[in-house]
T-cell receptor
Framework: DAGVTQSPTHLIKTRGQQVTLRCSPI?????VSWYQQVLGQGPQFIFQ???????GRGNFPDRFSARQFPNYSSELNVNALLLGDSALYLC????????????FGPGTRLLVL | GEDVEQSLFLSVREGDSSVINCTYT??????LYWYKQEPGAGLQLLTY?????DMKQDQRLTVLLNKKDKHLSLRIADTQTGDSAIYFC??????????FGRGTSLIVHP
């Protein structure tokens, strides 16, 4: 079975631009979470979606938004990019919302110049 | 201070045991996790332990939990060069959203 997939793998943007990152969960998983991992740090929770509804939000500005589609894939959008948004963005999926285990994708590495 | 703390580096010789330590602050933590991240890759869940357990063993991996001291450790027996990676300790509470430490870089040398 395929694991969590994310696209694109790498992305370069300039300050002020907007970016959309995509995630496909493991087949049968209905919950998707997004994390930001800045170089040298552990991942920080951004959002959790389950059954197309936002079920959790971390301490990130409104420039960050996300949605989940009927097939349970998800998109993370970041507007008005800042240099500090440069990071590895990780998607994780789980079977349901309150699940003790999540499985991570390889991430999208975003560089903001 | 940080919710989850780990030392940043550990260097061991191939064939020796590695012990990576972690402390956390929240006594209501439900699950505690160890993740592995290889260069340029996402996170791989290695193992996790429920907070009412003291120990969990899975092949070369042994997790020890001291709930009184809020201390978690991961022991890797017979460490190999392929074990070189960053190891993240994480804890979760009712929402099951993990809070991660900064990671420990394990360097295995011949």
């Amino acid at each position: 079975d395929a694991g969590v997939t994310q696209s694109p793998t790498h992305l370069i943007k300039t300050r002020g631009q907007q970016v959309t990152l995509r995630c496909s969960p493991i087949s049968g998983h209905k919950s998707v979470s997004w994390y930001q991992q800045v170089l040298g740090q552990g991942p920080q929770f951004i959002f959790q979606y389950y059954e197309k509804e936002e079920r959790g939000r971390g301490n990130f500005p409104d420039r960050f938004s996300a949605r989940q589609f009927p097939n349970y894939s998800s998109e993370l959008n970041v507007n008005a990019l800042l240099l500090g948004d440069s990071a590895l963005y990780l998607c994780a999926s789980s079977i349901r919302q309150a699940q003790e285990t999540q499985y991570f994708g390889p991430g999208t590495r975003l560089l903001v110049l | 201070g940080e919710d989850v703390e780990q030392s940043l580096f550990l260097s061991v010789r191939e064939g020796d045991s590695s012990v990576i330590n972690c402390t956390y602050t929240d006594s209501s933590s439900t699950y505690l996790y160890w993740y592995k991240q290889e260069p340029g890759a996402g996170l791989q869940l290695l193992t996790y332990i429920f907070s009412n357990m003291d120990m969990k063993q899975d092949q070369r991996l042994t997790v020890l939990l001291n709930k009184k001291d809020k201390h978690l450790s991961l022991r890797i027996a017979d460490t190999q060069t392929g074990d070189s990676a960053i190891y993240f300790c994480a804890e979760s509470r009712g929402s099951y959203i993990p809070t991660f430490g900064r990671g420990t870089s394990l360097i295995v040398h011949p």
